[in-house]
């Protein structure tokens, strides 16, 4: 991804749902980019963020191609 792409949050849960997601975007060649602050607080050596709260971005441009995914995945997955 470019500095200029502007990114967006789409999906945020656990960090199993969060990779999951992020591999089916990925089949249709839609990156994404997770944000871990749980993770990164602990190796810091310091607690920041919440264990079930990764969030997930794409690109902005993406965002059209990526919504029949997203909306699949949040209905199977919070069902």
Request: glycine fraction near 8%; charged fraction near 30%; aromatic fraction near 6%.
């Amino acid at each position: 991804m470019k500095e200029k792409d502007n990114l967006i949050r789409v999906y945020t849960g656990t960090e199993i749902t969060v990779n999951l997601l992020k591999e089916e975007l990925e089949k249709e060649g839609i990156p994404g980019i997770i944000q871990n602050d749980f993770s990164s607080g602990i190796s810091s050596g310091f607690v920041g963020g919440v264990p079930s709260a990764i969030d997930l971005f794409i690109r902005e441009l993406d965002l059209k191609k990526a919504e029949p995914i997203l909306t699949s995945f949040i209905k199977l997955n919070n069902d």
